[in-house]
Each structure stands twice: as C-alpha cells, then as structure tokens.
C-alpha cells in the first residue's frame, strides 16, 4: 500500500472590514470590525497542489443606540465592601471599564462584544474577557467577566443597563438616561436639579448636588470625624422608578489621624459605599436625601 503526501491548506484574505483578519492555518476570522458597512471580499485556500478562491460578501450593523455609551453603578461581591462600577461601549464596540473594592480597583476591557452577540429573542448582547489588577508590588491578578448589555425595556426613557457577573461578584450598572432622553431631561430640570442632605442611621452625613447634567458632587462627613468627596451621576433602575433616582456614594479606604489630648493615632477605616435616593416628599432623617431650603 502505498498513500500520497498531502500538505495542510493555507488561508489568505483581501478587502476584510478593517479590524478583521484570517487566521492563515485555520481559516477562522478575527478581531472586530471597526467600521460598519457591506464588504466584498475574497477568500484563498491553497495547497502546494491546488488553489482555490470564493468571494464573500461580509455586512457589518451598527451597534443599536441602547447598546452604547457610559453604563455606572455598583459591584457587590460577598465578604467584602459594595463598590462602584462603571463600563463604557463605544460606537466601534470597544469596551472597557473598572470596578472599586476595598483594596483594588480592577480594569477590564474588550475588543468586541462576543462572536453571535445576540442572545435570546435579541433584547441583549453578551461580553465576556478577564479583568485585570496590578498591586503596589506589580504583580498582576485575573478575573472572568460575563456581561449583557440589556436592551430598555421602556422606549419612551430609552434606558438600558448592564448586567452580570465579575469573579465572585454580581455586576448592574445603567446608563445615563439624561443624556437620551428630552423627557427624562425635563423631569431632571424641574424636580431634582438642587442641594441635598442625607443622614444614615449612624449620624454620618452627606451633602449632594445635582446639575443640569445629571452629573452629582458631594463632600460627607462620618460620625468619627473622617471626611470625603467625590462625584457621581444621578441612576435610576426602571423608567416607572423616575420619581425615584439614586446616586452612589464611595469613599476608599483610608487611615486617619486622630488626636486625643497629646496622643495622635493612626486608625485605619474601611471604605465605604452607600446608595443614597431621592424623593419628592422630605423625609426623615436615615431615609432618602432632602432637599436643602
């Protein structure tokens, strides 16, 4: 008996979408198309006997609107402090994002959502990658991330959000609806727009304000003396929860100087994070923000 030798095809391509390549061994395409539009391109499979070349014509769609822009909000992972989240998509479909927890603060980014995005009956897309931390030592720590991006389920807000999983801990952030919607913006406008001042139930106090943008400033003060600041964007979970919005208030771990009599200590505080909402009513002390007179 006797067989012939056979060399394994090789692959080539012409006039891909930018941001797409063939693998030349496999014949598997690459990457993530950077620019949408309808290609006519062409694909080479050759041997050292025979070659052979098929034209393809490749559509690449556009992001939907809901599926872009700045998504904020909160990762809560088990056994440890509440931080903030916040994950960007931009028109060519490049993700990147962090998340803050005590200690860390993660990074995490993506070429493109993942291969057939569209999951169920195409209300969301799926992102999948790991997520990166370098410590002060320079060493370098993973997590697996798994998104959806969540089609609004309530056109006249045109809210979408974000949801899932990063390592142990549960991901949901949402997008900025004032920036989408000129209902939304009148309502923001006309009832929230302000100074605030929440109280929680252990005397730490916060004082919040709100601008035409959506966008919130604040400056706290614990109970013990310590002292923050920071900024925030005013969310909301659902369309039917307008008259409710929230916004995430974080502090980082800190040590503090503390003087009694002619002793200084240092004490050291964990972060902290809380969500603080808005109502119209003025209510009490503990519960959602009032507004200042």
């Known amino acids: 008996m006797t067989c012939e030798s056979a060399s394994l095809p090789k692959y080539a391509a012409s006039t891909l979408p930018a941001g797409v390549s063939i693998d030349k061994n496999t014949g598997a395409f690459t990457g993530a198309p950077t620019k949408t539009g309808t290609f006519k391109a062409k694909v080479t499979a050759s041997n050292a006997s025979t070659k052979k070349t098929l034209p393809i014509t490749i559509k690449v769609l556009p992001l939907p609107a809901w599926a872009k822009g700045s998504f904020t909000g909160l990762a809560a992972q088990t056994g440890v402090e509440t931080g903030p989240a916040t994950l960007t998509v931009g028109a060519n479909g490049k993700i990147s994002g962090k998340v803050s927890l005590p200690g860390t603060n993660w990074t995490f980014t993506a070429s493109s959502f993942d291969a057939g995005g569209f999951t169920g009956d195409q209300t969301n897309l799926a992102i999948t990658g790991k997520a990166k931390y370098v410590d002060a030592k320079k060493r370098t720590s993973y997590r697996e991330f798994a998104f959806a991006v969540n089609m609004p389920t309530n056109g006249t807000w045109n809210l979408s959000s974000v949801t899932g999983s990063f390592g142990d801990a549960d991901y949901a952030a949402y997008r900025r609806i004032w920036d989408d919607s000129a209902a939304a913006t009148r309502e923001l406008e006309a009832n929230w ?21 959506g966008a919130v400033t604040w400056t706290g003060y614990f109970a013990n003396g310590r002292t923050f600041s920071g900024s925030t964007t005013l969310l909301h979970e659902d369309a039917d929860l307008i008259r409710t919005p929230f ?28 969500t603080v909402t808005f109502q119209y009513d003025m209510p009490a002390p503990g519960s959602p923000a009032e507004r200042s007179k």
């Open 247 to 274: 916004a995430i208030t974080y502090a980082p771990a800190a040590a503090v100087k503390v003087k009694t009599g002619r002793t200084t200590a240092t004490i050291k505080y964990p972060a902290f994070c809380d």
């Open 193 to 213: 727009v302000g100074s605030y001042k929440y109280l929680t139930v252990d005397e730490d106090v916060l004082r919040l304000q709100i601008k035409k943008t």
